[in-house]
């Protein structure tokens, strides 16, 4: 099986890490040492170094920018988008995220499968079903979802954050699934 073929099913060449631009090598030299690894889905952009750039800046400025809501609770947005979305890609990378930052094998599992068997506060547990139903009904949306957020806590700004975060992966889910792509192996076992 070729090397494109594990991370994405399309004909489209995962370049070798060789031949990219110096900027590229270097994300992804920081990449490997942060996490160990290239995360696939950086790799299935990386034929495209304006497309992975964008990805990119985005991903970093949602998951790790100035923001109200913790890294945690961005990452179990991610997380039950991916659910409702059935994104194994997204459910693998970021299962094992929650699982890290919430030092909770338990809770990374409740979040892939039914973050409603959780024992969240109210605040998180607005939260997702925010997310979810932005996901599954996005039509739906009215005021009574964002007063909802503002009552249990959340500012106007940490709803656009929400919304961003659930927006951001419902695309990323869709990439994925559209391109069959695979999680890292790694994943699977992080902070079981």
């Known amino acids: 099986m070729s090397q494109h073929k594990y991370i994405h099913a399309l004909d489209i060449p995962v370049p070798d890490r060789k031949e990219l631009d110096a900027g590229t090598q270097k994300y992804f030299d920081i990449c490997d040492e942060k996490l160990g690894m290239v995360p696939n889905v950086l790799a299935s952009y990386s034929f495209d170094t304006a497309k992975l750039r964008a990805f990119s800046d ?7 920018g100035d923001s109200g809501l913790s ?36 809770l990374g599992e409740l979040m892939v499968m039914n973050y409603r068997a959780a024992d969240l506060p109210t605040k998180q547990k607005t939260m997702l079903d925010f997310a979810e139903k ?8 009215e005021e009574d979802d964002r007063q909802i957020l503002r009552e249990a806590g ?5 709803i656009w954050d929400i919304s961003a975060t659930a927006a951001f992966f419902n695309m990323s889910n869709r990439m994925s699934a559209a391109i069959d792509m695979m999680p890292n192996e790694a994943y699977h076992s992080q902070n079981r």
Do not use: Q
């Open 154 to 158: 959340w500012s106007d700004r940490d």
């Open 134 to 141: 932005l996901t599954e009904s996005p039509a739906k949306m």
């Open 71 to 106: 890294k945690l609770e961005r990452e179990m947005i991610a997380v039950v988008v991916s659910s409702v979305n059935k994104c194994f890609y997204c459910l693998t990378a970021h299962g094992a995220a929650v699982r890290e930052l919430s030092g909770d094998p338990i």
């Open 58 to 64: 985005m991903y970093g400025e949602l998951m790790l």
